[in-house]
């Protein structure tokens, strides 16, 4: 067939050139006579070159066409016209390809980005841990979003006891949190330049807003400002929304930006998934966040179980700390009215009476334990399968967050989320946003002590007061209720701080609120 083809393209070129090049020939001879023929000659010769390579480029071309029309027929055909031929490669290999094409992720198409006057410009640095850094989040990009201003990634805090260095970028997907927002709020890594110029000569506006607000306060009291200045910066951000008598559309963006928005690095979401399956397959775990550390034990004033030694070094650290206003504490009376953490034995003793499995995996989410192994024998005693990050990962594996107090609670928060069971010790921050996300994921098991009952029933226990039998029935009873089931929040008018948490219980982006209560 080829060849066939080929022929007749070159019989095609012949009789095109063939004639012309008689003609040519004859005329010259006539005109020019015998003297002129050899220069004739040559002359023909070198066109007749020409017309050689023009054959050959003409032949190559078709050749080439040939081979594509081949291979497109093959694609078609190929299982019966060339299912004898040799190949480089079979079907097998395409088909793994493809399926490989398949597998890889599918590029997630971007919300449409939200088209609004710009009232100006807001930057953010936000105080505390990075669960109270969290929720400042979400607070200031709804407020950003209900002022119509453009939000800078937020500046997380670096002067805090922790002394933690990370920037924003180092914990959570900054793209992602941009992105995923926009079609809500603008939201730029960093000030436009003429802008920037400005803030750096000392041109914008600094001021802490106030606690518990309404949005007729950001929107009455703040836009002016932003407006004005055309940069404010928010320098403590921490509870500076209210829990309840917000829109329902607030309230729902609040939800977005915490279990939507706020995605951690990848580095540190993969680390997780590779500590939750370790726990995995070893069976159910429970998640103790045993919240009994040096700067909580110094700043709270809570003491009990410690040695002189210790109770002397706790309080020369909270006098270090000349921003902590609260210096002289009663740990004794602060114990018995439920503001101190629960310390290792009394949480050994509870965990017993609710009728956990001394068998069970225990991840301990905490930085290290004031007293150290000491302090947690009891626990250790009570349920041998006691572990943390540090057991369960190789050294190397932590490095890039060592020394990152936010980076490694990240971390405690993924496998937090994905636990069985969680126990926190002690009502803060981690505490409150973990039960909160562990509700929006379907209300996942999450023992909510009470520590002002607990205190007072172990100090019968102990006294001797108490039987065992009766110890564990009324812990159990008493907590019946309290295993992260639908509840709705607790409102407290004109006192804020005692009323529920928005983050511990975001009632307006949960289902079932109006089931009875679950036991799990």
């Avoid at 928005?261 to 939750?276: D, H, N």
């Avoid at 001394?358 to 947690?376: D, F, K, L, P, S």
């Avoid at 399968?385 to 936010?406: I, Y």
Wanted: glycine share 4%; charged share 25%; aromatic share 10%.
């Amino acid at each position: 067939m080829l060849e066939m083809i080929i022929r007749t393209a070159r019989g095609q070129i012949y009789t095109m050139l063939q004639p012309k090049s008689r003609k040519l020939w004859e005329m010259k001879v006539r005109l020019l006579g015998d003297s002129k023929v050899e220069k004739l000659k040559s002359s023909f010769v070198s066109r007749s070159r020409m017309s050689l390579w023009m054959i050959r480029a003409v032949t190559i071309l078709l050749l080439w066409s040939c081979f594509v029309h081949l291979m497109a027929l093959g694609e078609m055909w190929g299982p019966r016209l060339f299912k004898g031929w040799p190949s480089c490669f079979n079907h097998n290999d395409l088909s793994m390809a493809a399926a490989e094409i398949k597998s890889l992720p599918t590029k997630i198409a971007l919300p449409p980005k939200r088209l609004y006057q710009n009232n100006g410009y807001l930057m953010v640095s936000c105080n505390g841990g990075l669960n109270q850094m969290r929720a400042a989040i979400c607070d200031m990009v709804t407020v950003a979003r209900f002022m119509n201003v453009t939000l800078i990634v937020p500046e997380l805090d670096k002067t805090s006891f922790w002394n933690d260095p990370s920037e924003f970028k180092d914990i959570f997907d900054v793209d992602h949190f941009i992105t995923s927002l926009r079609d809500e709020v603008r939201i730029l890594k960093e000030l436009p330049p003429r802008l920037k110029k400005r803030v750096e000569l000392g041109m914008y506006h600094e001021m802490p807003p106030i606690s518990w607000s309404n949005m007729s306060y950001y929107q009455n009291q703040i836009l002016p400002l932003v407006k004005k200045h055309k940069v404010l910066h928010l320098n403590k951000t921490d509870s500076r929304l209210a829990n309840n008598g917000l829109p329902a559309e607030v309230q729902k963006l609040r939800c977005r930006v915490n279990f939507n928005g706020l995605k951690f690095t990848p580095q540190i979401e993969e680390l997780g998934r590779r500590v939750v399956k370790i726990l995995r397959e070893k069976g159910p775990f429970l998640v103790l966040h045993l919240r009994y550390e040096m700067d909580m034990l110094a700043f709270s004033g809570c003491s009990h179980g410690c040695n002189p030694e210790e109770e002397e070094e706790l309080t020369r650290m909270r006098y270090a700390y000349p921003w902590w206003k609260e210096k002289v504490i009663n740990s004794e009376l602060k114990r018995k009215e439920g503001l101190c953490p629960l310390t290792p034995e009394e949480t050994a003793l509870t965990l017993t009476a609710l009728g956990i499995d001394r068998n069970v995996q225990i991840y301990i989410a905490a930085g290290e334990i004031y007293g150290g192994q000491r302090r947690m024998k009891a626990l250790t005693d009570a349920f041998p399968n006691v572990v943390r990050k540090e057991t369960l990962l190789e050294p190397s594996d932590l490095d890039f967050c060592r020394n990152h107090s936010s980076q490694m609670a990240a971390l405690d928060y993924l496998v937090a989320l994905e636990s069985d069971i969680f126990v926190p010790t002690n009502d803060g921050n981690m505490a409150r946003v973990v039960e909160g996300h562990r509700r929006f994921l379907g209300f996942k098991k999450t023992i909510q002590l009470n520590r002002r009952f607990l205190v007072k029933l172990i100090d019968e226990y102990t006294e001797g007061l108490l039987t065992w039998d009766v110890f564990s029935s009324t812990v159990k009873a008493f907590h019946y209720t309290r295993m992260g089931s639908p509840k709705r929040r607790l409102v407290i008018p004109n006192k804020p701080k005692e009323e529920d948490y928005f983050y511990s219980n975001p009632q307006e982006c949960l289902q079932l609120l109006d089931e009875p209560l679950r036991v799990f």
